[in-house]
């Protein structure tokens, strides 16, 4: 998965499955996506919340883009957190943990995302080892499912699962030919009160974590079906 933004619980709930997790940092940074910016709560509505990248080439990996240098974009996302959710039940303490992640000192995005990534996994008891794509041995010139499959033998691999957002990008017959598994997970969202009688769903994990105790959140990382491809 590329290395999002404090992203959704089924990116968790990815991890949390898997035997190793990978952080494909070296692929294009897409303009627009979910790399730089996630939705929370703004009075009571959902928001986009976004970290500044500095301006670079098109062509960029998301590893060779940084974030704008400077403290005023964590601070006010962080100011977005505090006025949204002052008044959440975990507000405090989750705040304390979103605050060291959003001032750490590496701009590159990459290598910020990947750190609060594994901030977030300690966080909720996640023990699955991050490894980082480009570190890897492999065929750079690969793209797509090829690259996928690159990656998979390079560590070993029986099986690689995906979100189930990715079905019609990979095909059963063309990992079979690699001796892979192919899966897909599917989330199961488990509605929680937020501060309306309506609950607005596919938020920052930052929003699962404001309403939710250790206990219901360790147990919403389970609550997903393996589809096979």
Same mark, same amino acid.
């Given at each position: 998965?590329?290395?999002?933004?404090?992203?959704?619980?089924?990116?968790?709930?990815?991890?949390?499955?898997?035997?190793?997790?990978?952080?494909?940092?070296?692929?294009?940074?897409?303009?627009?996506?979910?790399?730089?910016?996630?939705?929370?709560?703004?009075?009571?509505?959902?928001?986009?919340?976004?970290?500044?990248?500095?301006?670079?080439?098109?062509?960029?990996?998301?590893?060779?883009?940084?974030?704008?240098?400077?403290?005023?974009?964590?601070?006010?996302? =962080?100011?977005? *957190?505090?006025?949204?959710? @002052? $008044?959440?039940?975990? +507000?405090?303490? &989750?705040?304390?943990?979103?605050?060291?992640?959003?001032?750490?000192?590496?701009?590159?995005?990459?290598?910020?995302?990947?750190?609060?990534?594994?901030?977030?996994?300690?966080?909720?008891?996640?023990?699955?080892?991050?490894?980082?794509?480009?570190?890897?041995?492999?065929?750079?010139?690969?793209?797509?499912?090829?690259?996928?499959?690159?990656?998979?033998?390079?560590?070993?691999?029986?099986?690689?699962?995906?979100?189930?957002?990715?079905?019609?990008?990979?095909?059963?017959?063309?990992?079979?030919?690699?001796?892979?598994? =192919?899966?897909? *997970?599917?989330?199961?969202? @488990? $509605?929680?009160?937020? +501060?309306?009688? &309506?609950?607005?769903?596919?938020?920052?994990?930052?929003?699962?974590?404001?309403?939710?105790?250790?206990?219901?959140?360790?147990?919403?990382?389970?609550?997903?079906?393996?589809?096979?491809?």
């Amino acid at each position: 998965m590329q290395p999002y933004l404090f992203p959704y619980i089924g990116y968790f709930q990815l991890m949390a499955s898997a035997d190793i997790f990978v952080v494909h940092d070296d692929v294009q940074h897409i303009k627009g996506g979910w790399i730089n910016r996630n939705r929370i709560l703004s009075s009571g509505e959902p928001r986009w919340v976004t970290l500044p990248v500095s301006a670079g080439a098109h062509r960029l990996n998301i590893n060779q883009r940084s974030y704008v240098p400077g403290a005023e974009g964590p601070r006010q996302f =962080l100011r977005r *957190l505090e006025a949204g959710y @002052r $008044a959440a039940p975990n +507000f405090a303490e &989750v705040f304390e943990l979103v605050r060291p992640l959003l001032l750490h000192e590496d701009r590159n995005v990459a290598a910020f995302n990947t750190h609060a990534l594994r901030g977030v996994a300690k966080s909720v008891g996640i023990t699955t080892p991050l490894v980082v794509s480009s570190e890897l041995t492999k065929d750079d010139s690969l793209r797509g499912e090829a690259r996928v499959i690159a990656i998979c033998e390079a560590l070993g691999a029986e099986r690689y699962v995906n979100p189930i957002g990715g079905t019609a990008l990979y095909h059963h017959a063309r990992f079979a030919a690699h001796g892979l598994e =192919l899966a897909f *997970l599917q989330p199961e969202p @488990r $509605a929680y009160r937020q +501060f309306g009688s &309506v609950s607005v769903a596919g938020l920052s994990i930052i929003d699962v974590l404001m309403f939710n105790d250790a206990t219901t959140v360790r147990e919403m990382l389970e609550e997903f079906t393996l589809v096979e491809g």
